[in-house]
Every structure is written in structure tokens, then in C-alpha cells.
């Protein structure tokens, strides 16, 4: 247990800066500092800056995934699904610690496609936008990889959303939105 504190206290000190104020934003000794964790000591846990970043970005991929799961948990029916996901998310989006999306954020700071925080959000939306076809398929719809396409962007532009207005943000009404997407089904 000793072991994996400081270990922890460095992922979840990285998962709140680098969240919250980008991962360029934030270096080495400022992690150090708000963690209590010596450099060494860093270094023995990640070999480098980009190691924890990585390590940050797959635990939030698996939160991401917990979300999902556990918003559309109670719903039947691959269209109920969607709109039960998107409930959640109207809900997220208006919590003031809600900063949008990790993976978006790490797209931006790192704009170059070889980058490995580049590619983990590049996976990410992949897998998201793979399952929005799967239940588009699952409901009926007669253009699933557009519906797919269309909540993809739609989830996206909540994200952004609330990381440029903050809490009080358009995407309080991101629902109303899949809603009329999801009209024709």
C-alpha cells in the first residue's frame, strides 16, 4: 500500500491539473508540489511527463466508460440508451467541476497525430462514436454511421461547451438536441 500512494497521489493530483488547466500548462515540479511526491520518486513511477500523462488519459478513458455504462444502465432499448446517455451528460456538463473532455483537451495540446496523447483521444472518440453506431444499428436507424457521426459531435460540442462558458452553458440543453436526432427512429 505504501508503494502505490505516492504512486496515486500523482495520478490523481495529475487528473486534476492536467484537467483543469492542460497538460502544457503543467510541469513536472508543479505536479511534484501539489502531489508531495519528490521528483525521484516520479521518475521511478513514470519514466517521463508523457508516461503519466498516458496513464492519466487511459484512467479516464475507463471513467468515461463507467459514465456511460452507468447512465444507460436502466434503459431497454438502444434508443432509450442514447437519450439516457445524454441525460447524464446534460447533467455533467452543468456541474461546476466539469472541464469538458480529457480527450479533447489532450487533441488540442497536442496537435500532432503521431503524438501518444494524440492518438489515446483519437482511440477514445473511435470507441465512442463505435458505440453510437452499434445502438443506432441496434435501434433501427436508416443511416447509423451518420446518426453516429451526429451524436459523436453533438457530445463533443456539450464538452467544449462548459470548458469555454463554464457551468452555465448551452449544452443544458444537449437532450432536446439527441432528442431531435432522434426523431426519425
Known sequence: MAESAPRQRLLETAADLFYRDGFRAIGVDTLCATSGVGKMTLYRHFP?????IAAYLEESDRAFWRFFEGATAEAEAPRD???AFF???EGLVAQPACHGCP???AAVDFPDPTHAGHQTALTHKNAVRRRFRELAEAAGDAEP???ADQLLLLMDGAFMAVRLFGADNPAAHVLD???SLLRPI
Open 103 to 105: 480527450f479533447l483537451n
Open 87 to 89: 441525460r447524464a451528460l
Open 145 to 147: 454511421a451518420k446518426l
Open 177 to 179: 438536441a439527441a432528442q
Open 48 to 52: 517521463g511527463k508523457d508516461d503519466l
Open 81 to 83: 440508451k442514447i437519450l
